[in-house]
């Protein structure tokens, strides 16, 4: 299975990050206007609508139309853990629904002093079976763009 990961040091606290990334409005503010992102609906683990946090079990439905062509993906994220300590913390989410045949995102936030490195990784495969297999070495290509905005959007926001 193809992997992307990215790495970025912020200069701003563990905690200052972690709380940027534990609710909705973190993934609207990372995610690039291009992406045409839309939140449907977001329900806690325990089925309430807008929860405060991003736990384990949430999930979030979303539409996306990058660059406005086509028609809208949908797109179900799911949170399937998150935890926090003194000096690390991340969380995992998987796609329920949406244009992967599998996608698996680990957010991991390690503190090195004042500044906190962010390390994206992404597990993925595309639909389609050996044709995806076959695309999935240029996922690097597709996703860089993306994920380099969210980092760069990340320092904006905390720095």
């Known amino acids: 299975m193809p992997v992307y990961q990215r790495r970025t040091r912020v200069a701003a606290p563990l905690e200052r990050v972690w709380e940027f990334h534990s609710d909705i409005s973190g993934l609207e ?4 206007a291009w992406m045409n ?17 991003l736990v384990a079990g949430t999930e979030i439905e979303m539409s996306m139309r990058p660059f406005g062509v086509g028609p809208r993906q949908r ?5 399937l853990g998150r935890e926090k300590d003194e000096s690390t913390a991340w969380f995992r989410d998987d796609m329920a629904g949406g244009p992967f045949e599998r996608w698996v995102h680990t957010h991991r936030f390690v503190a090195d002093g004042d500044e906190t490195i962010i390390d994206d990784r992404v597990a993925y495969e595309l639909p ?3 044709l995806g297999e ?4 240029f996922g ?9 905005e969210r980092h760069r959007r990340t320092k904006e926001a905390l720095e």
């Open 37 to 53: 992102l839309e939140i449907v609906a977001v329900r806690g683990p325990d089925g309430d609508s807008n929860p405060d946090e």
């Open 128 to 130: 389609f079976g050996p």
């Open 29 to 32: 503010a990372l995610t690039p």
């Open 134 to 137: 076959l695309a999935g070495v």
């Open 140 to 148: 690097d290509i597709g996703f860089e763009p993306m994920f380099r």
């Open 75 to 79: 797109w179900v994220s799911r949170i």
